[in-house]
């Protein structure tokens, strides 16, 4: 056993295809970002009064997943940074990614972790909210600077919390007399400030553009461009390539995942001692990221998501120890009740739930065929379509969530 974890190990360090791995990663930053030259134009334009010591308009990036919004941000904020470096002005950016665990679902724990960023101490809990935005704004105002706070999926914060947190968080200039502060909300949700109060939207949207989805050749650019730093000289070839951002032009035009796809291949060619990336372990990257894919909905989706789901599935273990294949709203909703009370959680009414599980069912989690019940009017046939190979995975992450 020793020899061959030996000979496994001897083959992982001398036979990689991989010049610089991270060059595929989400944290990687380019030195030029393809077909993104206009909107970070934009961006620079917005944010260049800070060069002059002043604070800039609030700022709002739309667009799916894997559009390039935050790396565009980033890639404006890093230039800025040096250029304020030159010109010996305070000025600091601090991010938070808002879809986190535990970071951004309430109002203390944002804070409590900006404040963490920022140097400052405080306990992860115990104290008063007034008195942790009390020691945010004396941190934030104990010297003369200018701070753009960027909050990644921001959208994801506002579904765990009221929209008035970001009303009050872009009210704090009227507190500070030393500091400044903007606001860079980030999110993959395009109608997000439609859906909040307009007072706070009044205050929040000052500035806001969309960035589009890139097309199947937009991507390949990208590709090519990453692979002459990621992969050593001739490994992936142009139709594997072509491939790769053919699979995530259908994924409404998402670069990280057209990234991702080509790590994985790569990484799954590498193991089985393969010396080039062919189009099939683009195939089987696509499977294996299928199936982490339906692992992350489940983990990122809000409480009451989890409760619906979760009732599906002990309902469909149920009917498969009393030999029965079919269930409908009704009972779905009944068990949802019961598990709300288990968990302590609000009982939500009967048209929301049909809502989510409208919402479950676009996702793919569930198969919900609507059925005519005669006089008794119409309700939803629900059939559970996780795979079998992740059932087990997927409710030890909804019983964990839970507190089950």
Request: include cysteine.
């Amino acid at each position: 056993m020793t020899v061959e974890l030996g000979n496994i190990f001897n083959s992982a360090i001398n036979n990689s295809l991989f010049k610089n791995k991270s060059v595929l990663q989400v944290r990687y930053t380019p030195e030029s970002i393809p077909h993104r030259d206009k909107q970070i134009k934009s961006i620079a334009s917005i944010l260049a009064s800070i060069l002059r010591g002043e604070r800039p308009s609030n700022l709002f990036v739309y667009g799916k997943t894997g559009t390039g919004k935050t790396l565009s941000v980033q890639y404006v904020q890093n230039e800025i940074i040096k250029k304020t470096k030159e010109l010996k002005k305070n000025v600091r950016f601090e991010y938070l990614n808002c879809k986190l665990k535990k970071v951004a679902d309430t109002e203390y724990r944002v804070l409590a972790t900006l404040i963490r960023q920022m140097g400052g101490e405080i306990p992860s809990t115990g104290l008063p909210t007034d008195m942790v935005w009390a020691k945010f704004i004396e941190l934030v105002d104990s010297k003369k600077q200018l701070i753009i706070f960027i909050f990644d999926e921001v959208d994801q914060m506002i579904k765990k919390m009221e929209d008035t947190f970001l009303y009050s968080f872009t009210r704090l200039n009227q507190e500070l007399s030393n500091a400044q502060i903007s606001l860079i909300g980030i999110s993959n949700e395009v109608t997000f400030l439609e859906n909040i109060d307009p007072r706070v939207r009044s205050s929040l949207g000052e500035e806001e553009f969309i960035f589009h989805p890139y097309n199947a050749i937009q991507l390949q650019d990208i590709l090519k461009e990453r692979c002459k730093g990621a992969f050593k000289e001739n490994v992936v070839s142009n139709g594997v390539i072509a491939k790769c951002a053919a699979y995530a032009a259908r994924e409404h035009g998402d670069a990280r995942r057209a990234l991702d796809l080509l790590r994985i291949a790569g990484e799954l060619s590498e193991r089985e001692g393969e010396k080039i990336v062919s189009e099939k372990y683009i195939d089987l990257a696509n499977s294996k990221m299928e199936r982490d894919k339906i692992l992350d909905i489940v983990e990122g989706e809000p409480k009451q998501f989890q409760l619906v789901l979760y009732s599906i599935i002990q309902l469909t273990n149920k009917m498969k120890n009393e030999k029965l294949d079919k269930f409908y709203t009704g009972d779905v909703y009944n068990y949802y009740q019961e598990v709300c009370n288990q968990t302590k959680n609000e009982i939500l009414t009967q048209r929301r739930i049909s809502d989510i599980l409208a919402e479950i069912d676009m996702l793919g989690l569930i198969n919900a065929k609507i059925v005519s019940k005669g006089r008794h009017g119409r309700t939803r046939e629900i059939k559970l379509s996780i795979p079998s190979n992740l059932f087990n995975k997927v409710e030890n992450i909804l019983i964990n969530s839970l507190n089950l």
